[in-house]
């Protein structure tokens, strides 16, 4: 079963605004990463934040990981609709064990 | 580099066919993996291996065999199709840490659609 639980399942939104994804695990990580699937595409890693790290930016994104409450959280901002597609957690612990994702649609 | 390759694109099998996918990397990474894709049900790991000679089973690798002779091919094998195994399939691979067990960013294929019926 997965490790990893995002939230919302599905997420709309207009062009310019932030999106918000969380993430969910249920057992200790050495790090967690986030992915981007494209429709019908493979997945490309986005970021990476290490168990000891609490924030990590990399362009428009923006990682925090609480280990105390087993969550991260990945916010977009000043989205675009190219940004379209499913978002991925996945926890390292010992393997990658990916979470369902969450579906971005971004309205242009 | 052309990354991580699969071949075939798309596979239709019958009920009790065996068939490989193939999965080749070309950049030197020690980590490859497989994932099995189905709609809500995220990526389920396979089989993964952390160098040649070297493999270990995921999440769900029953009816699936791998083998890494080399650092740059890894295998999937379906021994005897069945519709449950209908799936969309990733190969990835990458970079081992400093444990030499786990994997960092992982590079990932374009995927296999099987459908068997």
Redesign the interface.
């Known amino acids: 079963s997965q490790q990893g639980e995002e939230d919302p399942q599905a997420l709309s939104i207009q062009e310019g605004e932030n999106a918000t994804m969380n993430c969910s695990y249920k057992t200790s990580i050495n790090n967690l990463q986030w992915y981007r699937q494209n429709s019908g595409r493979g997945l490309v890693h986005l970021i990476l934040i290490r168990s000891n790290e609490r924030e990590k930016h990399s362009g428009r994104l923006r990682v925090t990981l609480d280990t105390s409450k087993k969550s991260s959280s990945l916010l977009i901002t000043a989205s675009r609709a190219a940004d379209t597609a499913s978002y991925f957690c996945a926890g390292v612990y010992g393997k990658l064990t990916f979470g369902q994702g969450t579906i971005l649609t971004v309205h242009p | 580099n052309a990354g991580?390759t699969q071949t075939p694109k798309f596979q239709v099998l019958k009920t009790g066919q065996s068939m490989t996918l193939q999965c080749a990397q070309d950049m030197n990474h020690e980590y490859m993996?497989w994932?099995r894709q189905d709609p809500?049900?995220?990526?389920?790991?396979i089989h993964?291996s952390v160098g040649a000679g070297i493999t270990d089973q995921?999440?769900v690798p029953n009816g699936y065999n791998v083998s890494r002779s080399t650092t740059e091919d890894f295998p999937l094998r379906l021994l005897s199709a069945a519709p449950s195994q209908t799936s969309v399939y990733?190969c990835?691979s990458s970079h081992l840490?400093h444990s030499g067990?786990?994997?960092?960013?992982?590079?990932?294929?374009?995927?296999t659609r099987l459908t068997v019926t």
Not at chain 2, 40 to 45: C, E, P, Q, V
Not at chain 2, 101 to 111: A, D, I, K, L, S
Request: aromatic share 24%.
């Open positions: 991580v993996s994932y809500g049900m995220g990526l389920r790991l993964y995921g999440e990733f990835a840490d067990r786990r994997g960092y960013e992982q590079y990932f294929g374009p995927g």
